[in-house]
């Protein structure tokens, strides 16, 4: 899984890339939870983090095919590699399609992709979830999003269980689309974000000195990879020493199984 960090600046940028984000997300905080920074300051993100991280960006929720397709080319062409695109001014599937389309070629003649997005706290409003899958799959869009639109209300993990956050990113991924979960999400949801297969998660809050609203500092977004990283190997050890203490227990009563050599992490 990967830890992409949303930047709203260029110093918080190269906060990212020094903390070790494996994506920066241009995105304005101040401008709603998808909120698209200016041209001129994704100039500047991209200049700051200088191809050493793939460089994504936020681009609001979509209204006309018209707009959608022109913003999408221009973010592509000053170096985004992945477009987030939300859907939730659409009243139906049909609209949702036809907005990811023109996103989809904006973004493409510029060589990007586009993830749309959902919000778990806003399931009767614009494309839930579920017709989001479809919508992208068959628009044709890298990957998708679910996230959370009130940034003061529950987190993603309070809204939605495991399970259930399970259950959706399967279905994502039996449908060949990249799979990305944000909405507030803590040091401590990011084992439960992993747990669930998701691609990537996202966050904002939890790298900034002074929440969302503040700056990212390298030192937050490293301890969010080290508790990430602990998480992974006090997983792996645990599942070794279970399959040893198995085999152990095999050999003492003469059956021996081989290990599957799967790998689940």
């Known amino acids: 899984m990967q830890l992409l960090v949303s930047c709203a600046s260029p110093l918080d940028a190269l906060a990212a ?44 929720d979509a209204r006309s095919s018209t707009s959608v397709e022109t913003d999408a080319r221009m973010f592509a062409s000053l170096g ?11 009243t139906s599937a049909a609209e949702a399609r036809t907005l990811a389309a023109a996103a989809i070629r904006g973004a493409r003649s510029g060589g990007a992709g586009v993830v749309l997005v959902a919000c778990a706290d806003r399931l009767h409003e614009g494309v839930s979830p579920t017709a989001l899958l479809d919508v992208a799959s068959s628009a044709g869009a890298a990957g998708v999003l679910l996230d959370t639109a009130d940034k003061r209300g529950p987190r993603l993990t309070e809204l939605l269980s495991p ?13 060949s ?6 909405g507030q999400l803590r040091a401590d949801d990011l084992p439960i974000v992993r747990q669930c297969g998701a691609d990537v998660a996202g966050v904002r809050g939890a790298a900034c000195a002074g929440g969302r609203g503040g700056v990212v500092e390298a030192a937050r977004v490293r301890a969010l990879l080290d508790g990430f990283t602990h998480d992974i190997t006090r997983g792996r050890r645990v599942r070794e020493n279970l399959a040893s203490q198995r085999l152990r227990a095999d050999t003492g009563s003469g059956t021996r199984e081989p290990p599957s050599g799967r790998r689940t992490d």
């Open 17 to 60: 890339v020094d903390g070790g984000a494996d994506i920066v997300d241009a995105k304005d905080p101040a401008a709603g939870p998808l909120g698209a920074v200016t041209f001129d300051v994704f100039r500047g993100i991209a200049a700051a983090v200088a191809g050493r991280r793939q460089l994504t960006a936020a681009m609001g």
């Open 177 to 182: 689309l990249t799979v990305a979960l944000a």
């Open 163 to 175: 399970a259930s956050l399970a259950a959706w990113v399967e279905r994502a991924h039996r449908q």
């Open 80 to 90: 985004a590699a992945l477009i987030k695109v939300g859907l939730a001014e659409t």
